[in-house]
């Protein structure tokens, strides 16, 4: 079946660190990829997507491809904030399109 | 803004009891979803509608049952609460057109049974 797996927190930084959260999937066919983030007491807001193979979502600095060789969808951003402290969530739509598959999850603290 | 909205915001209850949480949205979507998140699993499908006539189940929808009263309004029900239904319950909404990849979340409802 299909599924998220992203590498367990926390991942704590300092203010302008460089960011990695890894993100790998299991899917049959050419699901749609997404970083969403939730901000401490709120519901998740979509951060990124991307549709197809090799493409590249971004918003807000961050940043993901598509990689279908390695089936992942890697969230990097290069200089990190206290105000991206969040929990960030991996997750895949499959082409029948019913519902999102959510990873578990990486809660993500920057100091300053 | 606040194009979803849930109630109660958060709620406590004891076991067995019949909880209702309700979910509204301004966005004119078709599709709704529930959702519950607990720490350390992420975010599970309950159940989810992709019109006033339609109705399927999700990964764990056992003890829950919905409503879709109308295209805005979907509601979660728990006929008899249990302490393993402690959670974050999220509503969230998707379109059909545009932006249709994209759901579109409420703030949550803390519900906590004892």
């Known amino acids: 079946g299909n599924s998220v797996t992203q590498m367990e927190g926390p991942v704590t930084l300092s203010e302008e660190a460089f960011l990695t959260i890894n993100c790998t999937y299991t899917a049959t066919g050419y699901p749609s990829l997404f970083w969403y983030v939730q901000y401490p007491g709120e519901g998740l807001q979509l951060l990124l997507k991307?549709?197809?193979?090799?493409d590249k979502g971004s918003n807000k600095g961050f940043e993901a491809t598509y990689r279908k060789e390695t089936t992942s969808f890697h969230l990097e951003k290069g200089s990190v904030q206290v105000s991206d402290s969040a929990v960030y969530f991996c997750a895949l739509r499959n082409q029948a399109g019913t519902a999102l598959i959510f990873g578990k999850g990486t809660t993500l603290s920057v100091s300053s | 803004d606040a194009d979803v909205t849930q109630t109660p915001r958060n709620r406590i209850t004891k076991t067995g009891k019949r909880i209702m949480l309700e979910c509204s949205q301004t966005k004119g979507h078709d599709r709704m979803y529930w959702y519950r998140q607990d720490p350390g699993l992420g975010l599970r499908l309950i159940y989810y509608?992709?019109?006033?006539?339609?109705?399927n189940k999700g990964e764990i929808s056992d003890g829950y049952s919905v409503s879709r009263q109308a295209q805005a309004k979907f509601s979660l029900s728990l006929e008899s609460a249990i302490p393993n239904q402690t959670a974050l319950y999220f509503c969230a909404t998707s379109g059909t057109s545009g932006r249709k990849d994209e759901q579109f979340f409420g703030p949550g409802t803390r519900l906590t049974v004892l």
């Open positions: 509608s992709f019109d006033v006539k339609d109705i």
């Open positions: 991307a549709t197809k193979a090799d």
